[in-house]
C-alpha cells in the first residue's frame, strides 16, 4: 500500500484531497497539520478515524530551513542587545525532523492491528512559550558557535507585539497517544536546538 503525505490536510484544499484519495484510492493518506486557526477537523468528518488516514498536530516548528521563530531570534541576537519577546502560546517548539521521522516509521507501525486512528499529537516536552524558548535557542547557539553574546530578553505580552491574526494563548499539546501508538519518546527540546544547531552555516 503506498503512503502519501498531505501537509495542511485539515483546511479547505487538503481536506478536499483526502477525501478523494480516501474514496479513489486504497492508499495511506498520512496528514500533517498544525491545526491553526485555519485548521477544522469538522471538514475531515467522518474520516478523522478511519483506516487509512492518519493525522499529526506538530507545535510550531524550527529547522535550519525556511523562516521560523528560531531562526529570526538568532538573526535579532546578533544584531541586538535587548529583545523584547511575547509570552504567549504556552507550548514547545517542535523540531521540524520529528513529524517527518515519526511519517517514516507509519508503514511499519500500521501493520500492527491495535494501532488506534486519528489524531496523534506530537511535541517536545514542556511549555516554555515563545519568551521562554529564548533562552534554549540562545544557549544552542552559544554551544554551536552561532552566537557571542545572549541579549536581554523581556517578555511582553500579545498586546505589544500584534498580529494580523492573533496567537493562540495556549498550544499545550498531549503527546500519550504517540507514545503508546508509536513508541515515539517526547523529543527533549533542549537536545534537539543542540542537535538542529550543530549542523547550521550561518
Ligand atoms: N483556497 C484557495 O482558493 C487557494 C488558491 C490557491 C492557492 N491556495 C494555497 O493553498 C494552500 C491551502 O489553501 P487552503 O484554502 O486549503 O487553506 P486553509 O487556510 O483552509 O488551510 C490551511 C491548513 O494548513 C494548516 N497549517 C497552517 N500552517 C501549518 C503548518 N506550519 N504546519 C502544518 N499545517 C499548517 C492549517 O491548520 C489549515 O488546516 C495555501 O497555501 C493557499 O495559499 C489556496
Redesign the pocket.
Known sequence: MKTILV??G?????STLIRQLIAESDWRVVN?????Y???LESLAGLADHARHLIFC?NW?FDLHVANFMKTILKLARERGELRVAGVQIGTPTWARHPAEATALIPARREVPDLPDGLYDLAPAGEPSWHGSAEPIFLAAQRAGLLEKTPVVHRITSAGYPLPTPRPAKSRLDCSRLRRGFGLARPALRSDLNDCLANARY
Do not use: H, Y
Not at 500533517?32 to 491553526?36: N, P
Open positions: 501537509t495542511g485539515a483546511g479547505f484544499i487538503g500533517i497539520d498544525k491545526l491553526t485555519a485548521g477544522n506538530p516548528a
